[in-house]
């Protein structure tokens, strides 16, 4: 069984720095991708920022150069949020895309980062 647990949210001011970790476990069979989400009130889910095993990485225009992702050696990942803006509060969903022939989408139960004064 697959596990994908977020960990680093909160409360932060607006213009501060805020770091998301999300660690994979179990019977993980070759990494395509891990990437974040974020869920806001009301809205639909939408895609932060990603990176496939590689190295390659993705990030919505609204936090380019504000957003960086890392991923080390132990299949965790790693979302660095600076110069946070109100607009980024929501909830954060960690998402794997991995598999041998079929690739599956595992998600993680999600980390609320608000961002407020």
């Known amino acids: 069984q697959v596990q994908l647990v977020e960990s680093g949210g909160g409360l932060v001011q607006p213009g501060g720095p805020l770091r998301l970790s999300c660690a994979a476990s179990?019977?993980?069979?070759?990494?395509?991708?891990m990437g974040w989400y974020r869920q806001a009130p009301g809205k639909q889910r939408v895609l932060v920022a990603s990176?496939?095993?590689?190295?390659?990485e993705m990030y919505a225009d609204s936090v380019k150069g504000r957003f960086t992702i890392s991923r080390d050696n132990a299949n965790t990942i790693y979302l660095q949020m600076n110069s946070v803006k109100p607009e980024d509060t929501g909830v954060y969903y960690c998402?794997?895309?991995?598999?041998?022939?079929?690739?599956?989408?595992?998600w993680g139960q999600g980390t609320q980062v608000t961002v407020s004064s």
């Open positions: 998402y794997m895309k991995a598999g041998l022939g079929v690739l599956w989408d595992y």
């Open positions: 179990g019977s993980i069979f070759s990494i395509s991708v």
């Open positions: 990176i496939i095993t590689g190295g390659t």
